[in-house]
T-cell receptor
């Protein structure tokens, strides 16, 4: 599986935008970029996914570099509830089936 | 809509004892997963079911771990006997269908196992 690299931790202030980076320099043309997050004492939850184009949903935006070697998850206005571990995951059905291969993720702290 | 249900939420046992975890997926989801999450790490897949068939169990330590999903709905993961290194959170997830790299997995809250 192609590997992702994320900072161990990041900090933000409430109501400010947050940009969470992910490097995936060995990404293949068929890899989708997924983001999940895990709130304290809960299971992971889906945030967003994309292939080549930037994506928006009610939770966040995903900006994908033109060469697809990196991506950024954008939380437009962080709230205290967004404090979580954020995982950037590459998924290629052909090689990894339906499994999610998690790394260690980025621990996001949101300050009031 | 009810989410993925797991029980118990917490379990403390002594080493060499057996333990079982139960999972009820979201209604209609035919794919079910068991993951294990060690402290400070991301979850790792143990086994994946398509209906009642285990289709990916390459990461399941088969000497002591077993799983079943008899009627293609709820599932049980068992450890016998438990070892100290089995202390972790055991997560169950489900998805609607094997949709390839875009399907969404829905996770339960997990069972935190402590082996003394």
């Amino acid at each position: 599986d192609a590997k992702t690299t994320q900072p161990n931790s990041m900090e933000s202030n409430e109501e400010e935008p947050v940009h969470l980076p992910c490097n995936h320099s060995t990404i293949s043309g068929t890899d989708y970029i997924h983001w999940y997050r895990q709130l304290p004492s809960q299971g992971p939850e889906y945030v967003i996914h994309g292939l080549t184009s930037n994506v928006n949903n009610r939770m966040a935006s995903l900006a994908i570099a033109e060469d697809r070697k990196s991506s950024t998850l954008i939380l437009h206005r962080a709230t205290l509830r967004d404090a979580a571990v954020y995982y950037c995951i590459l998924r290629d059905f052909e090689t990894s089936g339906s499994r999610l291969t998690f790394g260690e993720g980025t621990q996001l702290t949101v300050n009031p | 809509e009810a989410g993925v249900v797991q029980s118990p939420r917490y379990k403390i046992i002594e080493k060499k004892q057996p333990v079982a975890f139960w999972c009820n997926p979201i209604s209609g989801h035919n794919t079910l997963y068991w993951y294990r999450q060690n402290l400070g790490q991301g979850p790792e897949l143990l086994i994946r079911y398509e209906n009642e068939e285990a289709v990916d169990d390459s990461q399941l330590p088969k000497d002591r771990f077993s799983a079943e999903r008899l009627k293609g709905v709820d599932s049980t993961l068992k450890i016998q006997p438990a070892e100290l290194g089995d202390s972790a959170v055991y997560l169950c997830a489900s998805s609607l269908r094997l949709a390839g790299p875009t399907d969404t997995q829905y996770f339960g809250p997990g069972t935190r196992l402590t082996v003394l």
